[in-house]
């Protein structure tokens, strides 16, 4: 069953103040309550609620809510540890058929639980043995240490398997789990035919995010325009902007390139919002490797004189006089 949207933090950096405006939000503030709604999600998965029902933790910083998340997981391991290493040491020794006929008949909340009891070899063995519906619902309740432990064994022709499966079902937040786990092609695998939109929503519950540069620079560039394009579709750009924190400057880089060859109204929001965010110093990184033609594209009317103004703006806080004077060349 797809997990529920995600409930919006209340007390928006963009809402208007009384008496005026407000100061457009960081996107550092964009950032951090982006995170926090999705480990308040993820806390809510590992409680079996809806994420609404968390939503008094909406302004806690996401690295609080890992850290309860994780000792939830092991608080809730930690109830049936005994029984489940017991019942894990009799798997460990029946014929992998009878394992998988067992582990069926206990559900796959319970498989789940068993199978990060089990040593990790036993455990791959097993999962060979399961139907690929059952081993996809298993993997719902598989937590992290589970995933760590067992998933980066297995067969990755089942893993790209059940990645879709849990893909055509809509579970982007265990998807999240699964790709900081397995080998990047694996993760690019499942991905390769994913609607542009799950597959953005896909990388922001990433658990770990240093794994998003690697995925970024092998991801076909046709998907990554996809996904842009996708933004200007569903109005998410500030999630693409978000995202692109993750990545190192090469993968800004390909963003902001691939930016360039979609039409100008796509081209038009995604600076929009750069602008409204303050997000320069973000944009920043990347344009050094981004082409003359690709930057003289991006800094076109509607969007791109003002673009222009704030990324040079951006450069000159910084001391880079460099880039500042490149922009100031390549300007149509």
Do not use: I, N, Y
């Not at 598989?142 to 893909?167: K, S």
Request: glycine share 8%; charged share 20%.
């Amino acid at each position: 069953m797809p997990e529920p949207e995600v409930p919006e933090t209340p007390g928006d950096p963009g809402a208007a103040a009384p008496g005026g405006p407000a100061a457009p939000p960081a996107l550092g503030d964009v950032a951090a309550r982006l995170a926090t709604r999705a480990e308040v999600a993820k806390l809510a998965h590992e409680l079996d609620l809806a994420p609404d029902e968390l939503a008094f933790l909406a302004d806690e910083p996401a690295d609080a809510l890992r850290a309860l998340r994780t000792d939830v997981a092991t608080s809730l391991a930690a109830r049936h540890e005994a029984r489940l290493r017991r019942v894990a040491g009799l798997a460990g020794v029946l014929p992998p058929g009878l394992a998988a006929r067992a582990a069926q008949q206990a559900g796959p909340v319970v498989g789940a639980r068993v199978a990060s009891a089990l040593d990790p070899d036993d455990a791959v063995r097993l999962a060979g043995r399961l139907p690929l519906d059952f081993l996809a619902e298993l993997t719902l309740s598989l937590d992290t240490a589970g995933v760590e432990r067992v998933v980066p064994g297995l067969d990755p022709a089942l893993v790209t398997a059940v990645g879709r499966r849990l893909l055509e079902e809509g579970e982007h937040l265990v998807l999240g789990r699964l790709v900081s786990a397995v080998p990047p092609e694996a993760a690019l695998a499942v991905v390769e035919h994913a609607d542009p939109a799950a597959l953005l929503q896909v990388a922001l519950l990433v658990d770990d995010r240093s794994v998003l540069p690697g995925l970024v620079r092998e991801l076909p560039v046709d998907a990554l325009r996809a996904v842009l394009a996708a933004c200007h579709d569903h109005g998410t750009e500030t999630d693409a902007l978000t995202l692109l924190t993750a990545l190192d400057a090469p993968g800004r880089g390909r963003v902001l390139t691939c930016l360039a060859s979609l039409p100008a109204e796509h081209r038009a929001g995604f600076l929009t919002v750069a602008a409204e965010l303050g997000a320069w110093s973000e944009v920043l990184p990347g344009l050094a490797h981004v082409d003359d033609a690709a930057l003289g594209t991006l800094l076109e009317p509607p969007a791109g004189p003002a673009a222009l103004a704030g990324v040079s703006a951006a450069a000159r806080a910084v001391g880079d006089t460099a880039t500042a004077a490149r922009l100031d060349a390549v300007a149509p």
